[in-house]
């Protein structure tokens, strides 16, 4: 016979069902449990107390490597201040050339003239120019700006077209050849010539076979002594210049070549700063 077995709960006799609540813990354990739960939180806050406390050390680490680098800076500033105000007036008694300044030589070669025309458009020209610049006694001169101008006949204000050199640097005793190429009329033009001009400088062509022109140059360069370095102004020029036509052709060349520039110079206030 199969028999089974059923849990079955206390009853009394009048059939209530007792039940039995589980066993109160005693407190020892109950103690136990609580010191293992601040134990962990105890490592807990211990761990991060110690992480705050590197960051804090990082931090004044960086701060203390902040002011040692401006200290430096200070320093070297000032070590570069008092060195200059030491040297400022060595450099006023040195650095001054006791002579004018010599200025270079400068010749135009040759000039060619071609497309030659005026009439109701204004004038239309191109000049071909080859100079040749020279450094007689000057240890080292280096030219910063070179600017061209041609101007009819004599007069600097009836400009007739304008040409730039590129800066270079000339030891003594060297020279250099420039060819510059200036153009009168078109688009791209600088300088504008007033009609009035244009038809003089046709009457010119026609009667004397010939035109007259004049050239100036504005130069700003740096001569280098032995103890010394300053800026220089100089203003060369050249009037007197004169295209001759070839027969039944708008193009010319310079009638008298090689002429040589009557060029102004002065020294010009070098600031230390």
């Not at 059939?15 to 005693?26: A, E, M």
């Not at 009329?185 to 022109?213: H, P, Y």
Request: hydrophobic share 35%; with cysteine; glycine share 6%.
């Amino acid at each position: 016979m199969a028999s089974s077995i059923t849990n079955v709960e206390p009853q009394n006799e009048r059939g209530h069902v007792f039940r039995f609540s589980p066993l109160p813990r005693s407190e020892t354990e109950t103690d136990r449990g609580n010191h293992e739960h601040l134990s962990v939180s105890v490592e807990s806050i211990g761990n991060r107390s110690g992480s705050g406390m590197s960051e804090y050390c990082y931090t004044q680490e960086i701060f203390s490597i902040s002011e040692r680098a401006c200290e430096m800076i200070q320093d070297l500033l000032g070590l570069t201040l008092l060195m200059m105000l030491i040297l400022l007036p060595v450099y006023k008694r040195l650095g001054t050339p006791k002579e004018d300044p010599i200025p270079p030589v400068l010749v135009l070669n040759s000039m060619y003239l071609s497309n030659f025309t005026t009439g109701s458009g204004g004038l239309a020209a191109a000049w071909d120019a080859k100079f040749r610049v020279t450094n007689t006694n000057v240890s080292t001169i280096y030219f910063r700006i070179l600017d061209f101008t041609i101007f009819y006949k004599k007069n600097p204000e009836h400009a007739l077209s304008v040409a730039s050199s590129k800066p270079f640097y000339l030891e003594k005793g060297q020279y250099v050849k420039l060819h510059l190429k200036f153009t009168t009329g078109g688009e791209n033009n600088e300088t504008f010539v007033e009609n009035w001009l244009a038809e003089e400088m046709g009457k010119d062509k026609v009667k004397d076979g010939s035109i007259s022109f004049g050239m100036r140059v504005r130069v700003e360069a740096i001569y280098y002594g032995e103890t010394w370095v300053s800026d220089v102004v100089m203003s060369p020029h050249c009037e007197d210049l004169t295209v001759t036509f070839l027969r039944d052709n708008d193009s010319g060349r310079l009638a008298n070549p090689n002429r040589n520039f009557t060029i102004p110079i002065k020294w010009k206030p070098f600031s230390f700063f």
